[in-house]
């Protein structure tokens, strides 16, 4: 079965794993202090602070700004369901935006506009699919609201851009992301007294942590804040370590397989709608295509499965699910919804090769004809 998407770890993972279990210290020290520095300088930023997912890099990013009851938060639904949750988490309300089209499913500039309420503070941006908004004209919109830009760059590890739209910007290190610490994130605040608050708020709200005391003979700590356990371990960041060497690479590799992806699917499946026909820097992290109106999803996915291929959807949207359902029971998003139920994700990964990329699309034109 060729997977929708599969993480890459070999020999040197192994040893990096054994290297921190010989080195007798296993919690948050130096390992975490260097993935956080090459972390950093990989996206051109001074510093980050490296957490134990992405989920806790928005909460912590959202904290940090001191968002809370009261408050709006512009958000996609076209996302994962953690992105509205952060907002939640910190007692604010999610306000959901459309997507632009099937063509360009980022938040809709013009939607945001629309959605904008004199208690508005933020906005987050998914970089769905890897695909990156139009910083110039989000960052005018935000100067002229005086909101603030959050990224979930979940999506977007890798990418120099990715950090630099607005106030800071949460990373994802899930098996199935560009890169992997199994679980993991890190987030890029370029201003220093928001990393402090938010490096803070990761372990406690301590004034200091186990290794700086243990280092320095330390005795005691204070507590400044309510904080939180979001702290990453020194096996993950090892792993991450070795992960980043290879991220520029996989994300070449990844963009080659898109290209492929779409010159294919041009010849063999005209009437699929394949996102992002303009170019647009991107990490490609998945594949998202857009089935025609008439056709059965089901039909497809299962005659996928029969020729070997597996497929997923990106993504059930946020505001149809039950609880959010029940929260916010009268959310409309149109394009959103007439999205997500035509998406179809491909698999993509630096694992495959072109002759991967000529099996799905054959095995999809044949589905596709079948159903017609
Ligand atoms: C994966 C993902 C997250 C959550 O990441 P975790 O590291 O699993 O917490 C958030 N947002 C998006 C867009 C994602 O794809």
Known sequence: ???????????????????????????????????????ASLHGAEDSVAVGS????????????????????????MTFVATANSVLYVGAKPVFVDIESSDVPLMSLQDAEAKCTPRTKAI??????????????????????????????????????AGTFGVAAAFSFYGNK???????????????????????????????????????????????????????????????????????????HRRELTT????????????VVVPFSAPRTSACHIMPIVLPRQCDRVAVISALKTAGVQTTIHYPPTHLFSFYQEVFPDVRLPETEDFAAREL????????????????????ADALSRGR
Not at 20 to 35: H, L, N, P, Y
Not at 54 to 77: F, N, Q, Y
Not at 196 to 215: E, K, M, P
């Open 54 to 77: 992405c989920t806790a890099a928005l909460h912590l990013i959202l904290l940090g700004l001191e968002l809370g009851p009261g408050d709006e938060v512009l958000v996609p639904a």
């Open 124 to 161: 987050i941006l998914v970089h769905y699919a890897g695909y990156l908004p139009d910083r110039a004209k989000w960052q005018a919109f935000a100067a002229k609201r005086g909101l603030l830009i959050v990224e979930d760059a979940a999506h977007a590890a890798g990418l120099t851009e």
């Open 1 to 39: 079965m060729l997977a929708v998407a599969e993480p890459c770890l070999g020999p040197e993972e192994k040893e990096a794993l054994v290297a921190v279990i010989d080195s007798g210290w296993i919690t948050m020290g130096e390992k975490v202090a260097q993935f956080e520095q090459a972390f």
């Open 345 to 364: 994700t491909l698999p993509l990964h630096p694992r495959m090769q072109e002759p991967h990329v000529d099996l799905v699309t054959r095995a999809l």
């Open 178 to 252: 560009n890169m992997t610490t199994a679980e993991g994130g890190a987030i890029i605040a370029n201003e220093p007294a928001l990393r402090d608050r938010i490096r803070r708020a990761r372990g406690h709200g301590l004034t200091s942590g186990t290794f700086q005391r243990h280092g320095k003979a330390m005795l005691g700590y204070d507590v400044t804040m309510l904080g939180y356990n979001y702290r990453i371990d020194e096996l993950r960041a090892a792993l991450g370590l070795v992960q980043m060497k290879n991220l520029l690479a996989w994300n070449e």
């Open 260 to 271: 492929h992806y779409r010159k294919l699917l041009a010849q063999r499946a005209q009437d």
